[in-house]
C-alpha cells in the first residue's frame, strides 16, 4: 500500500483527519528548509507538500510566489528538491511527500526521467497546476508507472460533467481548492465548501483535502469538519520568511504545525 | 454553393468539411486541433479553476464565428471605426536603394490607435459581449495591447482593467496617460520582475479571482486554446486584404512575406491566408536584442527551446532547470520570451523561416525607413524592415516582398533619442 493511502487508512481508523503543510524547497536556503522539512512529521503533519519553486507561478498569491524567486535566487532548483526528498527519507520512511509545482520544469528535466528519479528520492505524489485532465496524460502514464499518484485540483468552478473527468484517472486524494483566486488570498467559505465536497463524496471514495485561502487552527478546525485532510501553505511560508534569520525557525514553525494539528 | 460568411480568409475553412480537411494533410491551416494543438504546440495549460471558463470562451468563439451578423459587426466596425481596409502600398524608394526586390507595405500603422492590434481587440470585445462579460481585463507591454483594449472598452463603454509591469509603467509614461484617458485603470505589477511574463502571470491570477464576470482580453496569438487560433482569425483580415490588394496590383502572389514576432499576432495575421500557397516564401523576425548568442534577446525560435507557460506548450527562452529567462529588445513589444504555438509549429515543419534581427540593426532600419519613405515606423516593424534591408538587394527586380508595417513609430520616438544620445 502507498504511503499515502496507509496514512489516510491510518488517520481513518484512529478517527482523526489529516494535516498537509507545505513548504517550498530552498527557502530560505536548501539547509534550513530540510531542517523544517524534518521537523514537521513529528510536531504533526500527516502528510508533506514539497513545492518546487518556479519563475512564473501563476496559481500562487505573493506569500509562495516570492518563496519561489528566493529559493531560486538562492540556487535551488529540480535536482535539488530530490535531493532535498533523498536526504529527508533517510531519516524518515513514513511521511508521504507530495511535490507540487508547474510543468516546464520537469518537462525540461524530461518527464519519465523525473518520475523515476522522484520516485527513487521517496516522493509520493505530484501537484501539477498547470495541467489540467485534458493535458496530463504525458505526465500520468510515466508517473503511474513510477508508482507516484498524480493528485488532482477540483475548484468551485468545476461542474458535474467535468468532475467525471477530473476524477476519471484520480489517484491519491482529490485536493479541493476551496476558493476561486491564487493562494493564499481570500478565505473560504465553509457552507459553499461542504456542499462541493458533499458532492464530490458522491461521485468518488478518494479522501478529499481542502487546500487554498486556509490560514489560522480555527480555519482548519472549521475545514476538518466537512473534508478528509487540510493544506495549509501560505500562512507557514509567510512564517518562515518573518523568522528566516531564526536559529531558532526550525522550532518555531514546529510550532506553528502543532497548534494546526491541536486544533483539527 | 458556398455561402460567403465573410471576408477574413474564412471562407476557404468554411468551404472544407472536417473529412476533406482531413482528406487535405498537405494543408497547412488545418490547426488547431479540437483541443487546441498545432502539432505538439498549443493546448490549455491552466489552472482548473480556468477550464471551465476556457472552455466557454472557446464555445462563444465558435459560435461567432459561425455567425453571419458577427461578421457584419466586426466588418462594419473595422472599417469605418479601424479604418480597414489599409492600403498596399508600393515603397519605390526603398525598392530603388536596396536595387533588388519589389517591396510593398501593409499600412496596418495606419489603423485606429497606430498598430494592429486594435484588430482583435475588437474582434474579442465582440466575443465578450456575446459571453455576457461586463468587466475586460488586459496585459500590456510596451502600452499598444493596453491602448488598443481600452479603446475599444471605451467604444462599448466596458470596465478595463489593464496589467502592466511596474518597470514598463515607468518606461512607457505616455501610453499610459493614455489608457487612463480612455478610462482605463493601469494596475503596476511588481511580482516577478516587472515585466510583460509577469503582467500576464498576474492577468491569469486575476481572472482566476473574478471568472463570473470578466474577461481576459489576450494581446496575442498566445495562451491557452482558443486565443491562438481566435485572434489569429481576427488578424488574418491583414493578409486576406493583402492577397486581393496583390491582385489588384500586380495580378498575382507575392514572392515572400517578412513580419516581426513578438508574440506574433500581426505575423500570423498576415501569413496565415497565404499558408498553402507554398510558392510564397514567409520570413518571421525576431528581436534579437544584443544577439542571439548573447544572454540579452527576444529570440524565443532562434535562442529558446519548447516548454510550457501562460497556458500553452511552444518555445520559450529558459534556463537548463526550466525556469523562465528574461527577453531583451529594443523594442517593448517584442519583449516576450515565449511565441505564439501556431509559429512554434511553423518553425518545426519549416513552413516559415524564423530569423534574427538586433536592437543596433532594428535602429538603423528604423531611421532608414523614416528618411527613405516619410514613415516613422514602431520599433518592432523595424526588425522586419531590417530583414528586408539584408536580403531585398540579393534578390531579382521581379521578386515581389511584402512587408507588414504594424506600427508606427510615435510611442518609440523618446526610446530612439535615449539610444541615440539625444535629448528632446
Known amino acids: 500500500m502507498s504511503r499515502i493511502k496507509q496514512t489516510f487508512a491510518t488517520l481513518k481508523k484512529e478517527n482523526k483527519k489529516g494535516l498537509v503543510t507545505f513548504i517550498t524547497a530552498g527557502d530560505p536556503s536548501a539547509e534550513k528548509s530540510l531542517s523544517v522539512l524534518r521537523a514537521l512529521p513529528e510536531s504533526g503533519a500527516d502528510f508533506i507538500e514539497i513545492g518546487m519553486p518556479f519563475t512564473d507561478p501563476m496559481a500562487d498569491g505573493p506569500a509562495i510566489q516570492d518563496s519561489s524567486l528566493r529559493a531560486l535566487a538562492r540556487g535551488m532548483s529540480l535536482k535539488g528538491v530530490l535531493k532535498m526528498v533523498t536526504d529527508f527519507r533517510s531519516g524518515n520512511t513514513q511521511t508521504p511527500i507530495i511535490l507540487m509545482g508547474y510543468f516546464n520544469p520537469i518537462y525540461s528535466y524530461g518527464t519519465e526521467n523525473f518520475m523515476a528519479d522522484a520516485a527513487k528520492a521517496g516522493a509520493d505524489g505530484l501537484i501539477i497546476v498547470d495541467l489540467p485532465p485534458e493535458e496530463d496524460s504525458e505526465l500520468r502514464i510515466p508517473a503511474t508507472k513510477a508508482g507516484l499518484d498524480l493528485i488532482k485540483l477540483v475548484t468551485p468552478t468545476t461542474n458535474d460533467n467535468r468532475l467525471q473527468t477530473v476524477i476519471e484517472h484520480a489517484s491519491g486524494f482529490l485536493y479541493y481548492v476551496s476558493i476561486t483566486g491564487v493562494t493564499g488570498t481570500k478565505s473560504a467559505n465553509i457552507d459553499e465548501v461542504g456542499k462541493h465536497i458533499a458532492h464530490i463524496k458522491t461521485q468518488t471514495d478518494l479522501p478529499v483535502a481542502v487546500g487554498f485561502g486556509i490560514k489560522t487552527p480555527e480555519d482548519a478546525a472549521n475545514m476538518c469538519k466537512i473534508a478528509d485532510a487540510v493544506v495549509v501553505g501560505s500562512s507557514i511560508v509567510d512564517n518562515m520568511q518573518k523568522n528566516q534569520d531564526d536559529n531558532a525557525l526550525a522550532q518555531i514553525i514546529a510550532n506553528q504545525v502543532t497548534a494546526l494539528k491541536q486544533a483539527i | ?424
Open chain 2, 1 to 424: 454553393m458556398l455561402q460567403k460568411v465573410h471576408n477574413n480568409g474564412l471562407q476557404e475553412d468554411k468551404t472544407m468539411t472536417k473529412a476533406q480537411k482531413i482528406e487535405n494533410p498537405n494543408s497547412f491551416t488545418n490547426g488547431p486541433d479540437e483541443n487546441g494543438h498545432f502539432g505538439i504546440y498549443g493546448g490549455r495549460y491552466v489552472a482548473e479553476t480556468l477550464m471551465p471558463l476556457i472552455l466557454d470562451v472557446e464555445k462563444a468563439w465558435h459560435a461567432a464565428r459561425d455567425d453571419q451578423a458577427f461578421w457584419d459587426e466586426f466588418n462594419g466596425l473595422a472599417k469605418d471605426y479601424i479604418g480597414r481596409p489599409s492600403p498596399l502600398y508600393y515603397a519605390k524608394a526603398t525598392t530603388e536603394h536596396l536595387g533588388g526586390a519589389k517591396v510593398y507595405f501593409k499600412r496596418d500603422e495606419l489603423n485606429h490607435t497606430g498598430a494592429h492590434k486594435i484588430n482583435h481587440c475588437l474582434g474579442q470585445i465582440l466575443v465578450a459581449r456575446r459571453m455576457g462579460k461586463t468587466r475586460i481585463i488586459a496585459e500590456t507591454g510596451a502600452g499598444q495591447h493596453g491602448v488598443a483594449t481600452a479603446t475599444v472598452c471605451a467604444l462599448f463603454d466596458m470596465p478595463c482593467t489593464v496589467f502592466m509591469g511596474a518597470e514598463d509603467v515607468e518606461r512607457q509614461s505616455p501610453n499610459v496617460f493614455r489608457m487612463k484617458l480612455l478610462g482605463a485603470e493601469v494596475i503596476p505589477v511588481t511580482s516577478g520582475s516587472g515585466t510583460l511574463k509577469d503582467a500576464m502571470n498576474e492577468a491569469l491570477r486575476h481572472w482566476v479571482a473574478n471568472v463570473e464576470d470578466t474577461y481576459y482580453l489576450i494581446g496575442t496569438v498566445a495562451g491557452p486554446h482558443p486565443y491562438p487560433e481566435m485572434v489569429r482569425d481576427f488578424q488574418s483580415v491583414i493578409g486576406s486584404e493583402t492577397k486581393e490588394q496583390m491582385m489588384e496590383k500586380e495580378g498575382r502572389l507575392p514572392d515572400s512575406l517578412v513580419a516581426c514576432i513578438g508574440g506574433g499576432s500581426n505575423a500570423m495575421g498576415l501569413f496565415h491566408t497565404f499558408l498553402n500557397d507554398t510558392d510564397v516564401q514567409m520570413f518571421g523576425v525576431e528581436a534579437g536584442g544584443h544577439g542571439v548568442d548573447t544572454d540579452k534577446h527576444a529570440a524565443s525560435l532562434n535562442g529558446g527551446k519548447p516548454g510550457i507557460l501562460h497556458g500553452m506548450r511552444s518555445y520559450f527562452l529558459q534556463n537548463d532547470d526550466g525556469q523562465i529567462t528574461e527577453a531583451h529588445s529594443i523594442s517593448a513589444g517584442l519583449d516576450y520570451p515565449g511565441i505564439g504555438p501556431e509559429h512554434a509549429f511553423l518553425n518545426d515543419i519549416k513552413r516559415v523561416q524564423y530569423v534574427s534581427v538586433t536592437d543596433d540593426e532594428a535602429l538603423e532600419a528604423f531611421k532608414m525607413l523614416a528618411k527613405l519613405e516619410g514613415i516613422i515606423p514602431a520599433l518592432e516593424p523595424s526588425h522586419a524592415f531590417a530583414h528586408i534591408m539584408k536580403i531585398a538587394p540579393t534578390l531579382p527586380k521581379d521578386h515581389i516582398m511584402v512587408m507588414n508595417l504594424c506600427g508606427r513609430g510615435d510611442k518609440d520616438i523618446f526610446t530612439v533619442a535615449e539610444k541615440l544620445g539625444i535629448e528632446i
